[in-house]
C-alpha cells in the first residue's frame, strides 16, 4: 500500500481512509446520519500502515481522549506479554514465587497463568474493597493476597473485572521493582508515542470527554438474572467513585479500568507490541504473541453468569457474543461499548472508541462486526 492509497474524509465521518474501505466509509456515514447522538472514534493498523483512522459524532473528535473501561486491561496484557519476552515471568511458575504473601489461604499453588486468565478466585474480597484501596498500588492487592479464594484456584473462572488490574499490578511490581504504570510508561507507552496512558498527564485534561451514560430502551423490560458472585463483585465501592468520569480515577488510571486515550492510540499499542508499526517489527515475537494470545479458559463465567466466555492471558478471546477475529485473535471490550484487539493472522489492529455506548453494554456489536469485516478485506493483502 502507497500513502496515494489513503484518502483524507470530509464528510459527516472525518479522518483517513484506504480506497479499499469505500464500503466501509459509506456504512459508517449512514450510521452517523441514522443516529445524530452517536459519536465515535475508529482505528486500524494492518501490517504496520493505518489504514482507517477516523471519528464522527457531536461528542468527540479526532483529538478527543476518553476512558474506555475495560479495554484499558489490555495494557496489563501487553506488559505482562513484555515481561514473558525478556524471560523476566515465567506463565507456569507460581505467584508466590514473584509474591511470597499471596501462598496464603489456599493460593500456594496458583500459577501465573491461572492469576492472569480469571482462575484464581479472586474477584473481590469478603469484605469488599475500597476505592481507596483499589485506587492504590498495593493496599488491594495486599487485601487479596491474604483473601480465601471464592472457588478452588482452577476448578473455574469468573470476571476479576477491577482485581485482575491490582493484581497484574503487584505482580509487576514484584517482578521488576515498578508499578505497571510506571513499566508501561516507560517500556511500551513513550516508546512506541501510544496515545494511552495510566495516569492522564494534566497537559492532555482539556483533550478529555465522558463517558456519557447508556439509554435503556422503553421496550426493554427483560429482568437480568446474575451469579451469586456478581452483585458482590459489582456492588459499589465505597468512596462515590466513577471509574470513567471521577478525575481520582482517570488521573490515577488504574489498569482494569480507568486509562485514558483515543481510538488511534489503543490500535497503535496493539500494533508497536503485535504486528509492527512504521516500519518498525513488534516489540513481542511470534512465540510471545502466541503464549498471551492463546486461550485458556472457555465456558461458564462464575460472576457475569454467562455461558460462553473466554480468556486467554487477560485478554478476551472470540466468542459468540464477541466474534471479533479468527482464532489468534485477542483483545478486550469495555463495558459502555469500546473495543480494542489485534489479529497475528491477519496482521489487523483495531479500536473503537464511543461516547455513548448502546444499551446494555460490552462491545458495541457494529464494533465488533467491524473489526471482523476488515480483518476479511485486508487479511490477504
Not at 449512514?30 to 447522538?37: E, R, S, V
Not at 515481561?83 to 496464603?104: C, N, Q, S, T
Not at 515475537?285 to 465456558?299: F, K, Y
Request: glycine share 12%.
Amino acid at each position: 500500500m502507497t500513502t496515494e492509497s489513503i484518502t483524507e474524509l470530509t464528510g459527516i465521518l472525518r479522518g483517513h481512509a484506504d480506497d479499499r474501505l469505500t464500503d466501509v466509509v459509506t456504512d459508517l456515514e449512514g450510521l452517523l446520519a441514522a443516529d445524530p447522538d452517536l459519536s465515535f472514534q475508529v482505528a486500524a493498523i494492518h501490517r504496520g500502515r493505518t489504514v482507517l483512522d477516523a471519528w464522527g459524532g457531536p461528542h468527540l473528535d479526532g483529538d478527543s481522549v476518553m476512558v474506555p473501561y475495560s479495554v484499558t486491561k489490555n495494557t496489563i496484557g501487553l506488559s505482562i506479554g513484555l515481561l514473558v519476552e525478556r524471560g523476566e515471568l515465567d506463565l507456569d511458575e507460581r505467584v508466590a514465587h514473584y509474591w511470597p504473601e499471596f501462598a496464603a489461604k489456599g493460593k500456594a499453588a496458583v500459577t501465573v497463568r491461572q492469576l492472569l486468565s480469571h482462575q484464581a478466585g479472586l474477584p473481590q474480597t469478603d469484605d469488599p474493597l475500597t476505592w481507596d484501596e483499589l485506587l492504590d498500588h498495593h493496599a488491594a492487592a495486599a487485601r487479596l493476597a491474604e483473601s480465601t479464594p471464592f472457588w478452588h484456584p482452577g476448578s473455574a473462572f469468573g470476571y476479576h473485572a477491577i482485581t485482575i488490574g491490582s493484581l497484574g499490578d503487584e505482580l509487576v511490581y514484584r517482578v521488576t521493582g515498578r508499578t505497571l504504570h510506571e513499566f508501561y510508561e516507560t517500556e511500551i507507552r513513550a516508546p512506541h508515542a501510544i496515545e494511552f496512558h495510566l495516569g492522564l498527564p494534566t497537559e492532555l485534561e482539556h483533550r478529555r470527554v465522558d463517558v456519557l451514560p447508556m439509554i435503556r430502551p422503553v421496550s426493554d423490560t427483560a429482568e437480568r438474572s446474575s451469579s451469586t458472585l456478581g452483585p458482590k463483585v459489582f456492588a459499589p465501592a465505597a468512596g462515590g467513585i466513577d471509574l470513567a468520569n471521577s478525575p481520582r480515577s482517570w488521573r490515577y488510571g488504574h489498569p482494569a479500568g480507568s486509562g485514558t486515550g483515543s481510538a488511534r492510540g489503543l490500535a497503535r499499542l496493539f500494533a508497536a507490541m503485535v504486528t509492527g508499526v512504521d516500519g518498525a517489527a513488534p516489540a513481542l515475537g511470534p512465540e510471545t504473541v502466541a503464549a498471551i494470545g492463546q486461550q485458556q479458559i472457555r465456558g461458564y463465567d462464575e460472576v457475569l453468569h454467562q455461558h460462553d466466555r473466554a480468556h486467554a492471558i487477560v485478554f478476551q478471546k472470540p466468542s459468540q457474543q464477541l466474534a471479533f477475529g479468527g482464532p489468534r485473535a485477542f483483545g478486550h471490550d469495555g463495558a459502555a461499548g469500546a473495543l480494542a484487539c489485534v489479529d497475528p493472522d491477519t496482521g489487523l489492529a483495531f479500536a473503537w472508541t464511543i461516547a455513548r455506548g448502546p444499551w446494555p453494554g460490552g462491545a458495541d456489536p457494529r464494533a465488533v462486526a467491524l473489526a471482523a469485516r476488515l480483518g476479511r478485506i485486508l487479511g490477504d493483502a
